[in-house]
């Protein structure tokens, strides 16, 4: 008998850590919202914001919760503290910091990248002009996306020097296209949201 009540707690516990290991790698859904931004004051190329939003938190089209997301300005130990949830130094200076990402996440990213640039929809363009001939045209896009990212908040040091209080978005990997939400009401609260109080340029 003592045996058999082994055997069932042992089969329960695989079962539990399966059911865990499942969750941890299942892929989630999300919105890419790319700003692309043209001045003419200046010579610089357009410039690209990118903010995230997960599926399940869109609920209306003013209340569009979206987060930072990064691809190039972290690190590899920026990388494993947003995996444990630590406080992120993305832009303070750390010595002997590594910043050799793994082949396999740079091309993770590289996928990403293509995907949101390939795939996206121009969902709003706003220009602002001032009486002293400044002109600002912002475009901006959204890329429905699957895949795994890591979040965690900035530290400090780092919510001073950019202004932004907040969660951020790092990529991890199995990106893929998710051609389906387009099809979406929740597509559409994202077309016809507000983004013109939007505060994104100086992140």
Same mark, same amino acid.
């Given at each position: 008998?003592?045996? =058999?009540?082994?055997?069932?707690?042992?089969?329960?516990?695989?079962?539990?850590?399966?059911?865990?290991?499942?969750?941890?790698?299942?892929?989630?859904?999300?919105?890419?919202?790319?700003?692309?931004?043209? =001045?003419?004051?200046?010579?610089?190329?357009?410039?690209?914001?990118?903010?995230?939003?997960?599926?399940?938190?869109?609920?209306?089209?003013?209340?569009?919760?979206?987060?930072?997301?990064?691809?190039?300005e972290f690190s590899k130990d920026d990388l494993k503290d947003c995996?444990?949830?630590?406080?992120?130094?993305?832009?303070?200076?750390?010595?002997?910091?590594?910043?050799?990402?793994?082949?396999?996440?740079?091309?993770?990213?590289?996928?990403?990248?293509?995907?949101?640039?390939?795939? =996206?929809?121009?969902?709003?363009?706003?220009?602002?002009?001032?009486?002293?001939?400044?002109?600002?045209?912002?475009?901006?896009?959204?890329?429905?996306?699957?895949?795994?990212?890591?979040?965690?908040?900035?530290?400090?040091?780092?919510?001073?020097?950019?202004?932004?209080?907040?969660?951020?978005?790092?990529?991890?990997?199995?990106?893929?296209?998710?051609?389906?939400?387009?099809?979406?009401?929740?597509?559409?609260?994202?077309k016809y949201g507000d983004y013109i109080s939007d505060d994104y340029?100086?992140?």
């Open positions: 008998m003592k045996k =058999r009540n082994s055997q069932k707690l042992i089969l329960l516990f695989f079962l539990l850590v399966n059911s865990f290991v499942f969750c941890q790698q299942s892929t989630s859904e999300y919105v890419v919202i790319t700003y692309e931004i043209d =001045r003419n004051k200046d010579q610089h190329p357009t410039k690209s914001y990118y903010w995230i939003a997960p599926v399940d938190s869109l609920i209306s089209q003013n209340d569009l919760k979206k987060y930072p997301l990064y691809f190039d995996k444990e949830n630590k406080d992120l130094l993305l832009f303070t200076l750390v010595s002997k910091e590594d910043f050799n990402i793994d082949n396999e996440i740079k091309s993770d990213i590289n996928n990403l990248k293509n995907i949101i640039k390939d795939n =996206r929809k121009k969902v709003k363009q706003i220009v602002k002009k001032w009486a002293n001939g400044y002109k600002e045209k912002i475009k901006i896009y959204a890329t429905p996306i699957k895949g795994d990212f890591c979040f965690s908040n900035l530290s400090s040091n780092d919510v001073k020097m950019i202004n932004y209080k907040g969660l951020v978005y790092l990529p991890i990997g199995n990106f893929s296209f998710n051609k389906a939400f387009f099809e979406t009401a929740k597509y559409k609260e994202i340029i100086n992140l």
